[in-house]
Structures are given as structure tokens and as C-alpha cells.
């Protein structure tokens, strides 16, 4: 069976989220790594165009030039998390196999 989590923290001093894994495992996210990793289309697509195209000057709006933060991670289903993040965007569906990829194992089996 593949891990689910467990525990979830929120480290807001640290701006990470800690999750406890069924297995034992401690994985920190930071929220910016998070928010670079949304997986929704919206966000993949974006980053496709940024590699084409590495030279062009993305023009950042005033909210985009905030420090991420996670506002809220609420299931979805039982496989996935949404995070709210204070930009506004949630349209992302982590799903548990994705955040096993992501972030640093601090603590457990690696
Ligand atoms: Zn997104």
C-alpha cells in the first residue's frame, strides 16, 4: 500500500509544511517550493513557456512579488491535498504520490 499521511504541520515561521507519512517518514515542504510544483494546467503551462522561452521578462504583479504562503491544505478525495496559497490560486491538486517526489525527507525511512 503506498503512504498516506499521518500528520500534517504547519512550520508558519519556518514557511514550511511538515507532513508525517504512514511509513514513518517526515517530509518539510517549504510553501515557495510548494507553490513552484503546482501541478494544475494553468501552472504546467507556464512553466513550459518559461524553458522555451528563458530570455523573455516575466512581468510580476504586485501579488505575485509577496512571499508565498500557504493559506490553507484541505484533503481532496483520499488521495490528494489543495492547497489554497495567498495569491489566491488553488486550483492545484497535490496528490500524496507527488508529495512523496517533492520536498526533504527529515526524519524516517528516506
Ligand atoms: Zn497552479
Known amino acids: 500500500m503506498d503512504p498516506t499521511p499521518t500528520e500534517l504541520k504547519k512550520l508558519t515561521e519556518e514557511n514550511a509544511i511538515l507532513i508525517g507519512w504512514s511509513d514513518g517518514q517526515q517530509r518539510r515542504y517549504t510553501f515557495a517550493e510548494l507553490r513552484k510544483s503546482c501541478p494544475c494546467v494553468t ?3 507556464e512553466r513550459k513557456a518559461a524553458q522555451a522561452e528563458p530570455m523573455k521578462l516575466t512581468v510580476l504583479s504586485p501579488v505575485e512579488l509577496q512571499p508565498v504562503k500557504v493559506e490553507r491544505m484541505s484533503l481532496a478525495g ?3 491535498y489543495r492547497i489554497t496559497f495567498n495569491d489566491g490560486h488553488n486550483t492545484g491538486l497535490f496528490t500524496f504520490e507527488l508529495l512523496r517526489k517533492l520536498g526533504t525527507v527529515v526524519d524516517g525511512p528516506s
Open 43 to 45: 501552472c504546467r503551462n
Open 78 to 80: 483520499n488521495y490528494a
